[in-house]
């Protein structure tokens, strides 16, 4: 591999794929598009089968798609190593030109299905960091291409990666145990984790499909007088099994650690999972502490990094997470995982803007006496509860309802808080759900400053703040404040 | 701060060409769906001046707009940062410091290549979205900044 020189492709050193990506593409290709249109095979099928002449127009429209697509991508696609970076172009009608500084490689990947072997080919796949899709993918080069390829992105990387090397502290000689999570606690973590919403969403749904399906069933058991309610515990009390029965099959026997290289969580009845997490590439941490955790003195932390960490079709998911952690020691835990974050506890709380403070208050107030009102005007009466509406009209339930979301939204101003150290952003939000984001101003990719039309009005300003593992959001700030953050952290 | 640049000019008539076209194609039979119900519940008439107005609103939004998104729109190459605001209602400014941008796409779709225009999309570690892109640059204009983008600020940390 030559850096940017002429080729037999191109003279300014563009090449393409090899004419066998023809083939070694159309069958991914078609099997993803058959896969994105099952419903319409189901009909297909379901109409007849395929020997209809209009249902093989479909077929052969389908399979002429897929011919098109890979064509097109073939025809399209170059791609050249030039001034140390591997640069792509593609695309007909909307054309794409990549560039990928190598320094910027997680991870770089050769891979072969049996089409490849046949053809004595390799697919380049090229990740970079904080994306699920990929970066820059070479689905059909010769196999000494791809390697020459590979080495040349490599050597660059290695390069700007020695050049920018600087000295690290010492890392601890031996592993030490930071954290270890007993019975109780994970048990405690599975009752906490429990989503009463859920139950009730699954409840009301029982509601309406069990009248229709078992008519006979519902009218014996279910009508009766205070079947309801029973019901609606019994599916509260399964959500609270489950998510028990979950934490304990994930966590248990959790113990997170420090290495010489970095920290380790190890965790897992079944799948045992052993995260290994670098020194230094911890990203955010989460700390969730509802009230109910709260309650009980815990809280819970999720650690992220700047890999995906999901395969296609899945969540995302947070890198490592210590399920309970006593409060008095969330402090020293997240010192091991955040270096300085100990110190940050001298730094003072600072409040949302006054006016952010009445928003809170006002929104959910407004919100929850709409939602009343409307319920006790049009859906309860249409429900048959004629009798709940007599005994609390819309207006009196709208009021109620109203003031008790201004309460929730006071207790939710008066948890909306931020403090920034010289190393750390601490962002905090939310009452019931109270979380706290921490993250390293080292690790901030992009600071943004945002304000709405009502906003503007209440000169109130957020700033968003991403890292490659997610984002804080500062609670509404004057404009003061709003732009001393943006400021300090690089805007 | 080096001055805030604007994009080039040609970018509103895109957009209107984008807007007129998602307004006739995309909401008008939504509408139409809108005006059959309200004419059923309410009257004709009433249907009728109903989806008169939102197919004018949506025109004159589709015309009027993009001249205040563009005005509102501007970008500064700093040493040590790219800085891009944007929004007529809800605005917004995003500081990219140089040395976290991962890789950078030139966008040209086939009117944007016909105007000789093209998007410039500044990607970083921090997700699946781009952190800033700046839509409305003369073919020129973002193969330079491009490339002044990506030229590797020395001694830098991507922060990954």
């Given at each position: 591999m030559t850096d940017g020189a002429a080729t037999a492709d191109d003279p300014a050193g563009w090449k393409r794929l090899e004419p066998a990506s023809l083939v070694i593409n159309l069958l991914p290709d078609l099997w993803r598009t058959l896969l994105a249109g099952w419903p319409l095979l189901l009909a297909l099928v379901m109409r007849?089968?395929?020997?209809e002449l209009a249902n093989l127009l479909v077929l052969a429209g389908v399979l002429a798609s897929s011919l098109a697509r890979t064509g097109i991508h073939f025809a399209t696609l170059r791609y050249r190593y030039a001034d140390g970076k591997l640069q792509i172009e593609s695309g007909l009608f909307g054309r794409r030109h990549r560039v990928i500084d190598p320094?910027?490689?997680?991870n770089l990947e050769l891979v072969q299905n049996v089409f490849h072997r046949a053809f004595h080919l390799v697919e380049l796949r090229v990740e970079t960091a904080g994306?699920?899709?990929?970066?820059?993918?070479?689905?059909?080069?010769?196999v000494a291409e791809a390697e020459a390829l590979r080495a040349a992105l490599q050597r660059s990387a290695e390069a700007t990666r020695a050049a920018r090397a600087t000295p690290t502290g010492e890392p601890p000689a031996e592993l030490e145990e930071i954290e270890r999570t007993g019975l109780v606690e994970v048990l405690g973590h599975g009752v906490t984790q429990a989503r009463a919403g859920a139950a009730m969403v699954v409840y009301g749904l029982s509601q309406e499909i069990l009248p229709t399906l078992y008519p006979a069933f519902y009218l014996r058991?279910?009508?009766?007088?205070?079947?309801g309610p029973i019901l609606l515990l019994v599916f509260l009390s399964a959500g609270f099994v489950w998510s028990v029965v979950g934490s304990f099959v994930r966590h248990y026997g959790f113990v997170l650690s420090r290495t010489p290289v970095g920290l380790r969580t190890v965790a897992g009845l079944f799948t045992r999972r052993r995260v290994e997490v670098p020194a230094g590439k911890v990203q955010l941490v989460r700390i969730d502490a509802s009230w109910l955790r709260r309650l009980m003195g815990y809280a819970s932390l999720q650690i992220e990094t700047?890999?995906?960490?999901?395969?296609?079709?899945e969540d995302r998911v947070a890198e490592?997470?210590?399920p309970m952690v006593p409060d008095a020691l969330v402090p020293f835990t997240l010192d091991a995982v955040l270096?300085?974050?100990?110190?940050?506890?001298a730094v003072p709380w600072r409040p949302a803007a006054p006016a952010a403070r009445v928003r809170l208050m006002l929104e959910p107030a407004a919100r929850w006496g709409a939602l009343a009102w409307l319920f006790g005007r049009y859906v309860a009466p249409s429900l048959g509860l004629s009798g709940l509406a007599h005994a609390a009209p819309s207006a009196v339930t709208a009021v109620v309802f109203a003031l008790a979301g201004a309460l929730a939204g006071w207790a939710d101003a008066q948890a909306s808080a931020w403090k920034r150290t010289p190393t750390l952003l601490v962002v905090r939000q939310g009452f019931f759900s109270r979380v706290t984001v921490v993250l390293p101003?080292?690790?901030?990719?992009s600071v943004r400053i945002v304000q709405g039309p009502v906003q503007r009005v209440l000169g109130l300003w957020r700033v968003h703040v991403r890292v490659a593992g997610g984002r804080a959001i500062s609670p509404e700030l004057d404009e003061h404040d709003a732009r001393a953050l943006f400021r300090a952290l690089g805007g | 701060m080096s001055a805030w640049q604007t994009l080039d000019p040609r970018v509103t008539w895109l957009w209107r060409a984008q807007g007129v076209l998602r307004s006739l194609f995309g909401l008008l039979p939504v509408w139409l769906g809108l005006g059959v119900g309200i004419g059923v519940a309410a009257s004709p008439r009433v249907a009728v001046v109903s989806v008169l107005t939102l197919v004018t609103l949506s025109v004159v939004q589709s015309v009027v707009w993009p001249e205040l998104a563009w005005r509102a729109f501007g970008y500064a190459v700093r040493p040590d940062a790219l800085v891009v605001r944007q929004g007529v209602l809800w605005q917004h400014t995003v500081t990219i410091p140089?040395?976290?941008?991962?890789h950078v796409d030139l966008r040209q779709g086939p009117v944007e290549r016909a105007l000789g225009l093209g998007t410039l999309v500044v990607y970083t570690?921090?997700?699946?979205?781009?952190d800033g892109s700046i839509p409305g640059l003369s073919t020129a204009d973002a193969e330079r900044l491009r490339d002044e983008l990506i030229a590797t600020a020395p001694h830098s940390d991507d922060g990954v």
């Open positions: 007849g089968g395929v020997a320094a910027r490689i997680q994306e699920t899709g990929r970066a820059g993918l070479l689905s059909a080069l010769s058991t279910l009508s009766r007088p205070g079947a700047a890999g995906s960490n999901a395969l296609p079709g490592a997470s210590v270096p300085g974050y100990a110190a940050s506890d101003r080292a690790k901030v990719q | 140089r040395n976290r941008i991962q570690a921090a997700g699946l979205n781009a």
